[in-house]
C-alpha cells in the first residue's frame, strides 16, 4: 500500500495562509482518491477536503470552501492544500489519507492509509 508523510503545518496569525503537502511513496499514487482531515484537542476528526484521482473532481466542507484548496501532482506523488485566511478555529493536526476505492468520500472509514499528521496553530 502506498505510504503518506504530510509537512507544512506550523504557527501562523489568523489571516495568514499555509500550504500543506503530503508525499506518497510505495504503490502508484494516481490510483488513490486522497482526503484531508483534520483533529483539534477534544474533538473528532472531521473531513476537511477530498480529491478524485485525476485531480479533476474535488470537495470541501462547508467550514473551509472558499479559504482552502486541494490539488494533486500525480508526476511528483504529492497532495497539497493551500490554506488561506486561516482562522484560530483551524487549529488542528492535519492528515492526510488515501482510498483504493471509487469516489472521494468525506467519510473517514473509507480511507485505508492515513499519514502521521502535521500540526496547524492559528494564533488569534
Known amino acids: 500500500q502506498v505510504q503518506l508523510v504530510e509537512s507544512g503545518g506550523g504557527l501562523v496569525q489568523a489571516g495568514g495562509s499555509l500550504r500543506l503537502s503530503c508525499a506518497a511513496s510505495?504503490?502508484?499514487?494516481?490510483?488513490?482518491?486522497m482526503g484531508w482531515f483534520r483533529q483539534a484537542p477534544g474533538k473528532e476528526r472531521e473531513f476537511v477536503a477530498a480529491?478524485?484521482?485525476?485531480?479533476?473532481?474535488?470537495d470541501y466542507a462547508d467550514s473551509v470552501k472558499g479559504r482552502f484548496t486541494t490539488s494533486r501532482d500525480n508526476a511528483k506523488n504529492t497532495l497539497y492544500l493551500q490554506m488561506n485566511s486561516l482562522k484560530p478555529e483551524d487549529t488542528a493536526v492535519y492528515y492526510c489519507?488515501?482510498?483504493?476505492?471509487?469516489?472521494?468520500?468525506?467519510?473517514?472509514?473509507?480511507?485505508?492509509?492515513w499519514g502521521q499528521g502535521t500540526q496547524v496553530t492559528v494564533a488569534s
Open positions: 510505495g504503490r502508484t499514487f494516481r490510483n488513490y482518491a
Open positions: 489519507a488515501a482510498d483504493s476505492h471509487s469516489g472521494y468520500p468525506r467519510n473517514d472509514r473509507s480511507y485505508d492509509t
Open positions: 480529491i478524485s484521482w485525476s485531480g479533476g473532481a474535488t
